[in-house]
DNA sequence: CCGCCCGATTGATAATTGTCAAGCCGCACA
DNA sequence: TGTGCGGCTTGACAATTATCAATCGGGCGG
């Protein structure tokens, strides 16, 4: 049986819940490529032709304009991409890199809106798949216009904190590139600002980051459920 | 039949193809409110206990934190809000008051819950909406990170300039203090930054913006379709 | 083991954006 | 027709952030 190559697959909470006959149609003609480090996978403006979902590595979405370009979030294994433009049947609006050796799945756009209309249980789970990155999306959006630099710096510290189970020392997942324009700032703006977490407890060497005082960083930071909380939402 | 109340909303995009029973269902205990300007009818964090719909006025969508507020979407007749936050049963990730005396039609966040888990023209509707959000908010971050907030502006403008029909002279859809917060600056600098157009072709006096040079403001604004681009999409 | 390359850091400087204070202007209202 | 309020504008200044250039330093291939 030709599903067995995506059983890693079948059990996202994307599809789960959908019938075997559709999962099967969904993945007719769907396939598995292993792309090597930094390999731009998709350029924005180009059309949706699959879905994708990352099965092992990490993928960088990231746009462009006039010669700038901002890194919009980093993906790990698991989770799926381009899905409002494979609805839409509409472009991408973010171009997508390889930033290790990575797997991924590619389900034909094609299947994925006509199985959307056949499968309830599927179509339940692109909106709530859907419903989870705009809000993350807004959160997102919040942080940067609501904080300054060094204040999204802390958060992201802290944030990164929680995910390595409230560990105090811990290494940054990416470059600090990358951060710095997933922070929306310059690479060396990124430097000065590790410099300034150091009065409020942050100590950097390297990809090593140590919280000294927690207290304190969470004082100068300031989380909030409404920008920070990412419950199963994405972000680097 | 209580439903005629509700007819302005039946042909919207979201609930035009769903069953008239489960319209009914839908709109069973929903109700029209009048609202004064300027009232703050949602605040972040609450629960989610209506979909909101503008029958007719104005409504913005804001969010606050340590003191700061900005403005991230104007909606206006026909607009749904609160879509998102209803379906996952989440808080509220914006606060939203009224720019004018609005009429908003409330539709218990239940009701969307079970009404959408029943009839899929329904799901189909609300998936639709969904991407087009995420898609928007997407081109709002890209606009922020990318470009400054000059270039914002003139993209701004000629954004207004398409939606009046491509007329070269038009008002302001919105106070400019707001319009400074949705393009993430201060009003002092939005003020300045009108000026700094003047070279590139635009004229201001009061509300009314003149475009005296449509080809010089195109070149310096390099409006993107990736970014600009806002068929049917939400912005103030 | 050496040298190279690339990313990170640092310094100097400039551009952008924000803050504070004051004055202006149009509009609503008495 | 004043009068006052709120929002807009302007100026001076400060903070933030970017840019450019140079150096540092770690990892990798030869």
Redesign the interface.
Same mark, same amino acid.
């Given at each position: 049986m030709s599903a067995s190559r995506f059983d890693s697959i079948r059990d996202l909470p994307l599809f789960a819940q959908m019938h075997q006959d559709s999962f099967d149609a969904l993945t007719h003609g769907a396939f598995v490529q292993n792309f090597p480090p930094n390999m731009v996978m998709i350029s924005? +403006?180009e059309p949706a032709d699959f879905l994708h979902i990352v099965q092992d590595g990490c993928v960088e979405l990231f746009? @462009?304009?006039?010669n700038?370009e @901002?890194s919009?979030t980093t993906l790990y294994k698991n989770s799926t991409f381009i899905? !409002? !433009?494979t609805? &839409?049947d #509409?472009?991408n609006?973010?171009s997508a890199r390889t930033l290790q050796k990575s797997r991924i799945v590619m389900v034909p756009s094609e299947n994925v809106r006509t199985v959307?209309?056949q499968d309830?249980a599927f !179509?339940?789970a /692109?909106?709530?798949e859907? !419903? #989870?990155?705009? #809000?993350a @999306? /807004? &959160?997102?959006? &919040?942080n940067?216009?609501? #904080?300054s630099s060094l204040e999204r710096l802390a958060n992201y510290v802290l944030k990164q904190h929680h995910r390595h189970g409230d560990a105090l020392a811990f290494d940054l997942p990416i470059e600090k590139r990358r951060l710095a324009s997933y922070l +929306?700032m310059t690479p060396e703006n990124l430097s000065r600002a590790f410099n300034n977490l150091k009065p409020h407890g942050v100590a950097v060497s390297g990809q090593r980051i140590e919280i000294l005082d927690l207290a304190a960083l969470t004082a100068y930071a &300031?989380p909030?459920?409404?920008?920070d909380d990412t419950t199963a939402e994405q972000a680097p």
């Open positions: 924005e +403006g746009s @462009t304009w006039n700038h @901002t919009v899905l !409002a !433009a609805i &839409k #509409r472009p609006l973010m959307f209309r309830s !179509a339940f /692109i909106v709530d859907l !419903a #989870r990155c705009y #809000r @999306t /807004i &959160k997102n959006m &919040k940067l216009k609501l #904080r +929306g &300031k909030d459920r409404l920008i």
